[in-house]
């Protein structure tokens, strides 16, 4: 018996009357809730992720049952491990990551460039593992509030294989289901198009750049913009503003910036893979490790950055906790959406 009071690596079906009776609310989104739960007999905090009867929310817990075998072997250091299911509660069991997601953490905390870094390469190990499956697990969801953080500050992937490009689905049907979920920033241009082709390993790049760039700059990207605005500009080769990244930033940055812009280039197959990427994400978050005095007495010295000393690796920012809820934008981002694709 393991600590899940199950067969080790089983996908478990779970009652409701295996947890402890009180369940925290961790957030809520259009699709459903987030709780905070224990099993009864081993004491694991869990986290349950509940689908509501939307038929968004629906058809992806009905993909969820059909695949629950295949998703439990998925298993990494840099994926949120996936318990089970809890049909009673149309539900999903999942490992419990008590930092919350990183959206979350990117507006509550001032992350050092360090911690930065090694964020980028954690959520770039798990993409390359997910990628790296026969055939490759597509997440197509990826965002800020699908990485997750744990006890000590650790990232990984949440939420991969539950959206599907369904046969017969043309790109149109795909991506208003993508932007009735609030991700119209993540989706790339080539989703914009009409066509019936499959999204491919290049739509999770394309995101992955994106959320470097809210790792770098710890902003929302398009704020206050419409989702027509975001679609026409996105299309058009617009991208958000590199200048947001702080000048006060150490000389390996312009390094990951120039990941971050091959990530989201136009043409998808100038985007690179995650295999290639994670050795570059891996050299410069190791580099980043080093203080930087014995760093500049080891590189070329006339580059000298003049960013802060790194003192702690986050910094609590006097904000208030802002919940992962729909944006304004996001509420109006089906209806807009359809419209235009119409
Ligand atoms: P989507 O449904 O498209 O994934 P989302 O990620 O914004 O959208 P949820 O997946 O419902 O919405 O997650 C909402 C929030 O719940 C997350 O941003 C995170 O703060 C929290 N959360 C989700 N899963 C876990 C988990 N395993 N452990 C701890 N908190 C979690
Ligand atoms: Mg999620």
Redesign the pocket.
């Given at each position: 018996m393991d600590c899940l009071d199950g067969s080790p690596g089983e996908f478990r079906n779970f009652e409701k009357g295996d947890f402890e009776a009180d369940w925290i609310k961790?957030?809520?989104?259009?699709?459903?809730?987030?709780y905070?739960v224990k099993l009864k007999l081993s004491q694991l905090q869990c986290?349950v992720?509940s689908f509501d009867t939307t038929q968004c929310a629906k058809n992806v817990y009905r993909r969820l049952i059909e695949e629950a075998s295949s998703i439990a072997k998925v298993k990494s250091k840099y994926i949120?491990t996936i318990h089970g299911l809890c049909r009673e509660a149309t539900a999903m069991v999942?490992?419990?990551?008590?930092n919350?997601?990183l959206?979350?953490l990117l507006a509550s905390h001032t992350l050092m460039w360090p911690k930065k870094f090694q964020m980028i390469h954690e959520a770039s190990m798990g993409m390359n593992f997910l990628h790296s499956m026969k055939p490759p697990l597509l997440h197509l969801?990826l965002?800020t509030?699908?990485i997750?953080v744990d006890d000590y500050l650790h990232v990984k992937i949440?939420?991969f294989g539950?959206i599907h490009w369904e046969e017969g689905m043309n790109k149109k049907l795909f991506t208003e289901s993508l932007a009735a979920?609030?991700?119209i920033s993540y989706i790339p241009p080539e989703s914009f198009t009409q066509g019936s082709d499959p999204p491919g390993t290049a739509f999770d790049v394309y995101s992955f750049g994106i959320v470097i760039w809210e790792i770098l700059t710890q902003q929302k990207p398009h704020t206050g913009c419409s989702v027509t605005t975001v679609l026409l500009q996105v299309s058009q080769g617009k991208r958000p503003s590199v200048e947001l990244i702080s000048e006060q930033r150490p000389p390996e940055c312009d390094q990951m910036i120039h990941i971050m812009k091959q990530c989201w280039e136009q043409d998808h197959r100038k985007r690179p893979q995650f295999s290639d990427m994670v050795k570059e994400t891996e050299a410069l978050s190791e580099v980043l490790k080093i203080p930087e005095p014995i760093r500049m007495s080891n590189s070329d010295s006339s580059q000298k950055s003049g960013y802060p000393r790194q003192l702690s690796l986050i910094h609590k920012i006097a904000l208030p906790e802002l919940p992962?809820l729909?944006s304004a934008d996001d509420q109006h981002a089906e209806d807009e959406i359809l419209s235009l694709l119409s």
């Open positions: 961790v957030a809520e989104s259009r699709f459903g809730q987030v905070q986290a992720k949120v999942m490992e419990y990551m008590s919350g997601s959206n979350n969801n965002k509030s699908n997750l949440a939420d539950l979920r609030g991700n992962d729909p």
